[in-house]
């Protein structure tokens, strides 16, 4: 069995609709999907009530997800709902919070654009998430964030090239980059919980920390009630692979596996291209009835 536990669509980064997401998995042979759009569930939700019976009769099962932005220590952390009850209240009110998080943060973006001259950065950057989710998303959906600032940036001849656009503008440090309100790390696991779901930290080894802070980071993660973390996801390396699964066996984590696709061009990050789990982790879908 193939999983791949991490995957983004058009209703948050990622390039692909929700449904052709579903095509290239199977493509791909993946036998279950995880879609986790960042602190979103719009994309799941158009898929089970545009193609729901579709979907029960395929061989592909497709779990529902969510990745929730959040802070500890002062450094931001994704963490994913995986196998989530959609409507569950809390589920609903953390997306209300996110959604005005991004929102916030969106608008000081486009006040800041708007005095260096950009034409009507807001609504600039709102068509162009209209065009890239094919209208099948509602307004109150879509998720603003610097990519679309700066594709608006170079069709309103602003700039040339998004490149530019993040290297004068918007990338790490200038006026552009505006950082969001979120949520804490007990919060979102929290949240995840009353869901149903399980709490998986999502790739740990990309927030660099030292080995220390990373192993107080799973104590933590592991006290505030999460369940699991992300232990093979694409392009870890075969030493990698080992230290992440000896940390989710020392804590007592279960494993989980994705891609973190977010489009066909970064071939690496393709879906289903996760190297399988060591046989010693308790799979995150080991509790699961698919």
């Given at each position: ?15 692909l ?36 019976s579709?979907?029960?009769?395929q061989?592909l ?17 994704h ?11 809390g589920?609903?009110?953390?997306l ?24 009507d ?15 099948i998303?509602?307004d ?7 990519p679309?600032?700066?594709e608006?940036m ?16 918007l ?8 950082k ?5 790390l ?7 919980s009353?869901a ?13 920390l ?8 799973l ?27 000896k940390?989710?066996?020392?804590y ?23 190297p ?5 982790c ?9």
């Amino acid at each position: 069995m193939l999983y791949d536990l991490h995957t983004h669509t058009t209703a948050s980064d990622g390039l692909l609709s929700p449904l052709a997401l579903i095509d290239r998995a199977k493509a791909q042979q993946v036998d279950v999907l995880a879609i986790t759009d960042h602190d979103s569930v719009a994309g799941i939700n158009w898929l089970n009530h545009s193609c729901g019976s579709e979907l029960q009769s395929q061989p592909l099962v497709v779990i529902p997800g969510i990745e929730f932005s959040c802070v500890w220590r002062g450094i931001t952390l994704h963490v994913l709902g995986l196998n989530i009850h959609l409507q569950a209240p809390g589920l609903q009110q953390a997306l209300v919070f996110q959604h005005q998080a991004r929102e916030a943060r969106a608008i000081k973006i486009a006040e800041r654009l708007a005095k260096i001259g950009v034409h009507d950065p807001l609504e600039g950057a709102l068509e162009v998430v209209r065009k890239q989710t094919e209208g099948i998303f509602a307004d109150q959906e879509l998720q603003l964030g610097r990519p679309h600032f700066a594709e608006h940036m170079v069709r309103s001849g602003f700039v040339e090239t998004r490149d530019q656009a993040f290297k004068r503008w918007l990338g790490a440090g200038k006026m552009g980059d505006v950082k969001s309100q979120w949520p804490d790390l007990q919060q979102v696991i929290t949240w995840i919980s009353e869901a149903d779901g399980q709490a998986v930290l999502a790739h740990p080894a990309r927030y660099k920390l030292t080995n220390t802070k990373l192993r107080s980071l799973l104590q933590q993660f592991k006290a505030y009630g999460g369940h699991g973390m992300e232990v093979a996801t694409a392009g870890t390396t075969p030493d990698r692979l080992a230290y992440l699964a000896k940390l989710s066996c020392d804590y007592e984590l279960l494993a989980s596996c994705g891609s973190d696709f977010h489009g066909p061009a970064t071939r690496w990050a393709d879906v289903g291209k996760v190297p399988p789990l060591p046989k010693q982790c308790r799979p995150v879908w080991s509790a699961w009835s698919l």
